[in-house]
C-alpha cells in the first residue's frame, strides 16, 4: 500500500506555520502558532494560544476561540471552552452544548462522554442513548464494533449494543472492544477471548494478549510474547521479549533487546537492528537506533535516515517529526515541510 501524500501540508517557516504544496511551495501564509493535517477539509490551528481551523482555501472558517479542538470525525469535533467539552460541526455551530468532562469521536453515530464522573453516550444531536452511569469504557478507542462496547460498571466489565441494552453480563475484570469478532477478556487476572455471544473460545490462559489483527492475536506468557490464530493455535512461537501486532503482513518482534520484522509463518524478514520499531502503514515503519528515528520500507531498506527526536508514524500522508527540538512533517520521500 502506497502512502498518497496531501494536496496541502502543513508548513513550519521558523515559529509559524502555514501549507504548502508537496512541491514545499507555501501557498497559505505563514501565520499561526501551529497546523494540524486537513481532515474533512478543515484544518485545525492555533492563533494567540487558541483553537479554529481553516478551509481549504485558508478562510479561518472557526475563529481561534477554543481552549482545545481536535480533527473531525463524522462531520463533528471536540472543541473545550472554559473546562468543560462539547461538539461543533464543520461551520462551528455548537451541535453539543458545553457540559463534560471528557468527550471520544463520533464512531457509528455515537460518542461516548463524561459527566459527573460517570460515562454514558450521545448521538450526533446530543441526545443520551446509554445514561452516564458507567465507570468507563474499557477500550480507549470507544467505538461499537460489531455494534458492541465494553463497559465498566461496579468494577466488573461488560457488552452493551447500541440501545444501550446488555449483551453480555458485567463479570470480566478487562476487556478489549471486538476485534475481527473476538474480543479479548480477562478473568483471574489471566487474558482470553470471547465471541459476540459472550462464550470463550480461546481459554483464559495468558498473562497479557492484544486484539486481533490480520487473523493473529499476540499472547504473553511468564514475560514472553507469541501469537495465536483464532482456534487458540500457537502460530509463532512464544518467545520474544515484546511483540506487536501485525500490520500489512509484518509484525516488529523484540529479542535480545533488539527489534526485527517476522511475517506470518514466524520468519524474520527484516533483521534485529533496531532498538525500537512501530509496525507499517503503507510500506513505512518508523525504526529508532541510537536514540534517533527514520523509517524503513518492507524490504527493509533504509528510506528516511535517523535522524529526527522522535515520530508518530505516518498518518494521512505524512510523518509527524521532531527535528533538532521542534515540530515538523515529512512525506514518504523523507522531504522536509519545515525551515528555521
Known amino acids: 500500500m502506497n502512502i498518497l501524500t496531501p494536496s496541502l501540508i502543513p508548513y513550519r517557516k521558523k515559529d509559524k506555520w502555514g501549507f504548502a504544496n508537496p512541491q514545499g511551495q507555501i501557498v497559505l501564509p505563514c501565520i499561526y502558532e501551529d497546523a494540524s493535517i486537513f481532515i474533512e477539509e478543515r484544518a485545525r490551528v492555533v492563533k494567540n494560544d487558541n483553537f479554529g481551523f481553516i478551509d481549504t482555501q485558508g478562510k479561518e472558517i472557526i ?139 480461546i481459554p483464559t490462559q495468558y498473562d497479557s494478549a492484544s486484539c486481533f489483527y490480520e487473523g493473529l492475536a499476540v499472547v504473553e506468557k511468564e514475560g514472553l510474547n507469541g501469537f495465536i490464530n483464532q482456534k487458540g493455535e500457537e502460530i509463532i512461537a512464544i518467545k520474544y521479549d515484546f511483540a506487536h501486532p501485525f500490520r500489512e503482513g509484518l509484525a516488529a518482534v523484540e529479542l535480545d533487546e533488539q527489534t526485527g520484522f517476522i511475517n506470518q509463518r514466524g520468519q524474520v524478514v527484516i533483521p534485529f537492528r533496531y532498538d525500537f520499531a512501530t509496525h507499517f502503514v503503507g510500506d513505512r515503519a518508523a525504526v529508532e537506533q541510537n536514540g534517533l528515528y527514520g523509517f524503513i520500507n518492507q524490504k527493509g531498506e533504509l528510506v528516511i535516515p535517523c535522524i529526527y527526536e522522535d515520530t508518530y508514524g505516518f498518518e494521512h500522508g505524512l510523518a509527524e517529526v521532531i527535528f533538532e527540538g521542534k515540530k515538523g512533517f515529512i512525506d514518504s520521500t523523507g522531504k522536509h515541510y519545515f525551515e528555521d
Open 63 to 201: 475563529p481561534c476561540v477554543f481552549e482545545e479542538a481536535y480533527a473531525f470525525q463524522q462531520g463533528r469535533s471536540i472543541v473545550k471552552q472554559e473546562e468543560e467539552f462539547g461538539f461543533i460541526d464543520i461551520w462551528g455551530q455548537i451541535k453539543v452544548p458545553f457540559q463534560y468532562e471528557d468527550l471520544s469521536d463520533y464512531y457509528q453515530g455515537l460518542a461516548s462522554a463524561q459527566k459527573k464522573g460517570k460515562v454514558g453516550f450521545i448521538d450526533l444531536a446530543g441526545n443520551i442513548v446509554i445514561p452516564f452511569e458507567y465507570e468507563s469504557v474499557e477500550d480507549t478507542l470507544g467505538s461499537f464494533q460489531n455494534q458492541l462496547v465494553p463497559l465498566k460498571k461496579a468494577g466488573k466489565v461488560g457488552f452493551l449494543n447500541q440501545k444501550g441494552e446488555e449483551i453480555i453480563p458485567f463479570q470480566y475484570e478487562f476487556a478489549c472492544r471486538f476485534c475481527e469478532d473476538l474480543a479479548m477478556i480477562e478473568l483471574n487476572q489471566q487474558a482470553g477471548f470471547i465471541n459476540t455471544q459472550g462464550k470463550i473460545v
